[in-house]
């Protein structure tokens, strides 16, 4: 049986394709410093090579990267599937999603003192992700 994809599930699919292009972009800056990146001011720069940049060793952009890929994943899978598991994970991963970002924007203003506009961009594509899935109808029987 084949279903139709909605353009709510449609513009998460996408939002999350362009959060793992951008998380890739970043990786890619992260483990090469010698590279400068293309900001709109210094504070990229400042940000992805401070030490919140990393947690366990591991640049920030790395779970960027694989926060979106699991959310594809999910959202791949949810709309094969009519499990109730699958939404309860999409909802909770773009919560714990959201609230890190929220806790990143604090570092940044608070504790880095430095705007990265790469870094906003990312935080604009999960708010607009959450914000799509709170406006997309809700299917009976999901």
Same mark, same amino acid.
């Given at each position: 049986?084949?279903?139709?994809?909605?353009?709510?599930?449609?513009?998460l699919?996408?939002?999350?394709?362009?959060? /793992?292009a951008?998380?890739?972009?970043?990786?890619?800056?992260?483990?090469?410093?010698?590279?400068? /990146?293309?900001?709109?001011n210094?504070?990229?720069?400042? /940000?992805?090579?401070?030490? &919140?940049?990393?947690?366990?060793?591991?640049?920030?952009?790395?779970?960027?990267?694989?926060?979106y890929?699991?959310?594809?994943?999910?959202?791949?899978?949810?709309?094969?599937?009519?499990?109730? /598991?699958?939404?309860?994970?999409?909802?909770?991963?773009?919560?714990?999603?959201?609230?890190f970002?929220?806790?990143?924007? &604090?570092?940044?203003f608070?504790?880095?003192?430095?705007?990265c506009?790469w870094?906003?961009?990312?935080?604009?594509?999960?708010?607009?992700?959450?914000?799509? &899935?709170?406006?997309?109808p809700?299917?009976?029987?999901?």
């Amino acid at each position: 049986m084949t279903k139709k994809i909605d353009n709510y599930n449609l513009i998460l699919f996408v939002l999350t394709f362009l959060g /793992i292009a951008l998380s890739a972009y970043l990786w890619y800056f992260q483990v090469n410093p010698d590279q400068n /990146i293309p900001c709109t001011n210094d504070g990229c720069g400042h /940000i992805l090579s401070s030490p &919140y940049s990393f947690i366990f060793g591991i640049p920030m952009a790395v779970y960027g990267f694989f926060f979106y890929a699991f959310l594809e994943t999910l959202l791949f899978q949810r709309f094969f599937s009519k499990e109730k /598991i699958l939404e309860i994970l999409v909802k909770l991963t773009l919560l714990a999603g959201l609230l890190f970002s929220l806790y990143l924007r &604090y570092l940044e203003f608070f504790k880095i003192g430095s705007i990265c506009a790469w870094c906003w961009v990312s935080f604009m594509i999960v708010l607009a992700m959450c914000t799509t &899935y709170i406006l997309s109808p809700k299917k009976s029987g999901k």
